[in-house]
């Protein structure tokens, strides 16, 4: 799988790369609230009582950044493991903080980036760093993920 994503993820960011630099300098000039976050705000970091969010663990990543980071970051990780929850998810953030006048296209950059960059990521620390994960069926899934995500992109 990896030399099948090393080579999806060189094709991708040859394809994408001058809409991703136009998409990344527009956010990076738009003037969005900042707010501390989480940074790797994913499902298995979101403790919940009942319906209700209850806290957050693993919070090492958190600093000052746009909340659209982490309402893109969690959201993409839902777009194909629970198709519905990453519509729900949008309306439910939005009925609670409506977005600012330029955070949509904040938003779009950080979902776009991560979905074309994730790959980035995972071969970074599987073949540079060879980390060892503990769940290494999580891993796959992940990976098989990020192989779907760059497939379309495809």
């Known amino acids: ?6 080579e999806l993820q060189r094709k991708a960011i ?11 300098n527009q956010a990076c000039s ?13 499902p298995a970091h979101v403790l919940f009582h009942k319906r209700e969010v209850a806290g957050f663990i693993d919070v090492g990543a958190m600093r000052f950044d746009s909340p ?11 777009r194909f493991t629970e198709p519905a929850w990453y519509a729900d998810g949008l309306e439910a953030y939005q009925s609670i903080r409506p977005f600012a006048e330029n955070e949509p296209s904040v938003y779009a950059a950080y979902d776009y980036s991560a979905r074309l960059l994730t ?20 891993v796959n899934q992940h ?3 990020v192989e779907r995500d760059l497939e379309l992109l495809l």
Request: hydrophobic share 55%; with cysteine; glycine share 2%.
């Open 30 to 42: 738009a003037l969005v609230p900042i707010f501390p976050v989480l940074r790797d705000v994913q």
């Open 1 to 6: 799988l990896l030399p099948r994503l090393l």
């Open 143 to 145: 990976l098989r993920r």
């Open 68 to 78: 659209m980071a982490d309402l893109a970051r969690l959201l993409c990780r839902w």
């Open 119 to 138: 790959g980035v990521q995972w071969l970074r620390w599987l073949v540079i760093e060879e980390r060892k994960f503990a769940n290494p069926a999580l």
């Open 14 to 24: 040859q394809k994408h790369q001058q809409q991703l630099l136009a998409s990344l």
